[in-house]
């Protein structure tokens, strides 16, 4: 029987989830953020401030969802400031929308005069201290769990990361495998830290958004795509949570299925597909230009059983993912796949 792991029929709703607005250090206000968005084609839209938990609930009307988020940075203040600082920057998302305070967010941490303004009592009074360790992490990103928050590891190339800097992280939801605003800067991120961290067993999302601070050079580049029952806080964060999802600076995913261990994929044009692993099997497929791949076929069986061969040692639960690239360069990303959940 065929089993859809992202299905074509249904409601698909086109997502950034890192958007910067003049609360922080954005140029834009929420509401230009939302119209801009909007008109693009856009039906979500996560507003990540830094540091400052702010709902934006009026923002929803019934063509478009404010999701309420905030980025929080961790710095290893190495000497030498902001230029030669790693920092852990995390963005956290309200996973209902009647939360008014973010239990991780100081008063402390604010950096922006202006901003103070949104700060609530209990945010400035609040006496928890962010420790840029992978105890303080850890413990920072399961605080925001208990509290009712989506964590999501941000654009770790741009944070000169490394394997040792992230590899001991959890409780992640989601991992940025594309950021616009670091691409188009130079600091293009790539799936490594995503593969690494889902070989540790961190079932997490590929995640591509913007992190825009305006409308022109950091806009509109990498999105995530939704299927959702309908456009309201608690399905889309519910599909969000299944990882009913995928990532895409350009190309459309338009259907993932599995049958008798044939993995398929429908796509736009693309002229590379790929299916990626946890171990040394991969599988790939080159179209061009003129001959694009529109339906794509993989036989995993091999995979299939060596997964289930109990003398095989193996060092995480068995996964794939798939990704596209399409003539132009830009990619889509599933997020990885178990095996354990297709049962
Ligand atoms: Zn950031
Ligand atoms: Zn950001």
Redesign the pocket.
Known sequence: MRKYLLREDGNSYKANL?VHTNISDGGITPEEAKEGYKSHGYSVLAY?D?EVFVPHNDMTDEDFLAINAT?L?INDNWPGGFKYNK?F?L?LYAKTNDKTECCVCTGKSIFLEHSKAYVSETTINNKYRKFHSREGINDLIQRANNDGFLVCY??PV??LHNYSDYIDLSGLWGVEVY?T??ARGGYEDTTQPLDDLVNRGQRVVAVAAD?AHNLNASAYGGWTMIKADKLDYDSIISALERGDCYSSNGPEIKEISIEDGVVNIKASDVVFVKLVTDIRFARSKNGSENTPLTDVSFDINDFIVDAGNPDQCRRSAPWFRLEVRDKSGKKAWTRPYFLDELE
């Open positions: 890192h990540t830094h980025e940075a920092s920057h963005n941000n654009h741009w944070s950021n605003s670091s992190d």
